[in-house]
């Protein structure tokens, strides 16, 4: 469908409108905790919601509008929701490195490990010289119970950045599930936990 040069315009104004409230307020990978939204922020996120859903109103292709309405969802905790979003950017831009990892870390967040495997790998295909993404594969590996191929990939991303602190947390949580031979949690949070209770054993 072509859009008329008044649909142009107003799909650009929701888009930069949208962007410019979420700008600063979802997770990043420079920023990757944030609190919890209050109320005021979570009306100013919504609203930004509203605007982005007129933009895929008026262009159904727009995967950025997409990937944002994942990171607003991902800021307001509901992972599963997110990575809906996620996907559906994916299946319009496979060859965007980030969307493939938030999928990949939202399916983490809630115990989907066939599906954060499948896009944390597309991601490491997209970038493989960023030892992030392998940091990201690895953990996906961790979390379904595959050490050997997790012990692979975390070896991957120290190669690229051995300086990496998140790469060397993960590489110690896969030692000690080799060594000690138990079932890792299935989750990221759940993971987390353990890690904390159990990180000196």
């Given at each position: 469908?072509?859009?008329?040069?008044?649909?142009?315009?107003?799909?650009?104004?929701?888009?930069?409108?949208?962007?410019?409230?979420?700008k600063g307020e979802i997770l990043i990978h420079e920023r990757p905790q944030l609190p919890k939204p209050g109320w005021l922020l979570r009306r100013?996120?919504?609203q930004a919601l509203s605007l982005l859903e007129r933009v895929l109103e008026l262009n159904?292709?727009?995967?950025?509008?997409?990937?944002?309405?994942g990171k607003i969802q991902q800021r307001f905790g509901d992972n599963a929701v997110a990575l809906s979003w996620f996907e559906r950017a994916y299946q319009i831009n496979p060859s965007q490195p980030?969307?493939?990892?938030?999928?990949?870390?939202?399916?983490?967040?809630?115990?989907?490990?066939?599906?954060?495997?499948?896009?944390a790998h597309?991601?490491?295909q997209i970038e493989p010289s960023n030892g992030g993404r392998h940091a990201n594969l690895a953990?996906?590996?961790l979390l379904a119970n595959r050490i050997s191929?997790?012990?692979?990939?975390?070896?991957?991303?120290?190669a690229a950045d051995?300086?990496?602190?998140?790469?060397?947390?993960?590489?110690?949580?896969?030692?000690?599930?080799?060594?000690?031979?138990?079932?890792?949690?299935?989750?990221?949070?759940?993971?987390?936990?353990?890690w904390h209770k159990n990180r000196a054993a």
């Open positions: 469908m072509q859009l008329t040069e008044q649909q142009i315009l107003e799909h650009n104004k929701c888009f930069e409108e949208a962007t410019a409230i979420v100013k996120l919504n159904p292709d727009n995967w950025p509008a997409m990937w944002n309405i980030d969307v493939a990892r938030e999928a990949s870390l939202c399916a983490m967040e809630i115990g989907r490990q066939d599906a954060a495997i499948i896009f597309r991601s490491v953990l996906a590996y191929e997790a012990q692979t990939s975390i070896d991957n991303a120290l051995p300086a990496d602190k998140i790469s060397q947390s993960i590489k110690s949580a896969i030692q000690h599930f080799a060594t000690n031979g138990g079932t890792p949690p299935t989750t990221a949070p759940a993971l987390l936990n353990y």
